[in-house]
């Protein structure tokens, strides 16, 4: 019910936008979250935005990346810029206290040169 997009290869600096498609049955009513795991390490929350709009980031992408949302397309956006090799993960989207069903297959995010 979640299908994340839009990962790639990019060099350190470079810029990525990520995107996740929800139903409108889980979209219309919840905030939305981004999440990432890097190889080896727990899967960690890197931004969210409320129904009404509001964002919070984690320290690591404040400034960097931007979390966003498209109502009538039921889409949350994932916008992010001067990517670090530390930024290497899959991404995923749910809920801001995930459900375990709602998990996909993710998106692969490589920063490097």
């Known amino acids: 019910q979640l299908v994340e997009s839009g990962g790639g290869l990019v060099q350190p600096g470079g810029s990525l936008r990520l995107s996740c498609a929800a139903s409108?049955?889980?979209?219309?009513?919840?905030?939305m979250g981004w999440y990432r795991q890097a190889p080896g390490k727990q899967r960690e929350l890197v931004a969210l935005?409320?129904?009404?709009?509001?964002?919070t980031y984690a320290d690591s992408v404040k400034g960097r990346f931007t979390i966003s949302r498209d109502n009538a397309k039921n889409t949350v956006y994932l916008q992010m810029n001067s990517l670090k090799p530390e930024d290497t993960a899959v991404y995923y989207c749910?809920?801001?206290?995930?459900?375990?069903?709602?998990w996909g297959q993710g998106t692969q995010v490589t920063v490097s040169s």
């Open positions: 935005i409320t129904t009404g709009g509001t964002t």
């Open positions: 749910n809920l801001p206290r995930p459900v375990r069903s709602y």
């Open positions: 409108g049955s889980i979209f219309n009513i919840n905030a």
